[in-house]
């Protein structure tokens, strides 16, 4: 298998993951990489309209634990159909989220579901990426940042301050314990400073 590259961006709502991982792709792509950028819930036609299931409706339209079973179908079929093929080829892999949020908003935000998280990670996915961009803000900077994007995946976001500050520190807490794989990144900057950065690090 040649070898490719599995990347990932992880943060809270608003730290600016979609726009980062869009500059690093258009980045490497201008270098003659063969980059596939995608993202999470979604990246595949079936992941997608799972997708739809989760980030539309009422906060309370599932529970923690049938989120985790959608978000972790939704990535299997994303890294059935989309990520593994492109690694296979030795393409760089650049995904928005991948399974460090379920960790995070499914695992610690409704009770303590981490081990069923990682149980299911193990059984169905069982791959980490090689490198993850964690984008740190203040969750007030990310809320504005979200809720200036017009649409209706708002079923996060809607969840308020309090939830975004517990993600932020689930997040922290999930960097320090994998250093080897994360790198912290601040993303209280300009768009091209945290490009920059991150150029630098990959
Ligand atoms: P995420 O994917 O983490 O939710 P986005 O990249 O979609 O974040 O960014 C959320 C909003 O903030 C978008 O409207 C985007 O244009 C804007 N944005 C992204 N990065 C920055 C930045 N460094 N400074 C100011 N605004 C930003
Ligand atoms: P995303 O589109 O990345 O939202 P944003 O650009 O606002 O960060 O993700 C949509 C929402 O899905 C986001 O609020 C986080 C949530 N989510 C989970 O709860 N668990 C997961 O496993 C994933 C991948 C996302």
Do not use: C
């Amino acid at each position: 298998m040649k070898p490719g590259l599995f990347v990932s961006f992880e943060g809270i709502d608003g730290s600016g993951k979609s726009t980062q991982a869009r500059l690093l792709a258009d980045n490497l792509q201008a270098r003659g990489r063969d980059v596939v950028l995608t993202r999470e819930p979604g990246g595949s036609p079936g992941a997608e309209d799972i997708r739809r299931l989760v980030l539309e409706g009422s906060t309370d339209r599932w529970s923690a634990e049938t989120e985790i079973l959608l978000f972790t179908a939704a990535r299997r079929d994303h890294l059935e159909k989309t990520i593994r093929p492109a690694l296979a080829r030795g393409a760089v892999v650049i995904t928005d989220r991948f399974a460090d949020s379920t960790r995070v908003y499914q695992g610690i935000t409704r009770g303590d579901l981490r081990g069923m998280v990682d149980d299911l990670h193990r059984l169905m996915i069982g791959i980490e990426p090689d490198r993850t961009f964690l984008i740190d803000i203040d969750p007030a900077l990310g809320l504005s940042r979200a809720r200036s994007r017009a649409g209706t995946e708002l079923r996060f976001e809607d969840m308020g301050l309090a939830m975004q500050t517990s993600m932020r520190t689930g997040f922290l807490a999930l960097a320090k314990a994998n250093p080897d794989r994360f790198r912290l990144v601040d993303g209280a900057r300009t768009a091209q400073a945290v490009a920059a950065e991150i150029a630098a690090l990959i």
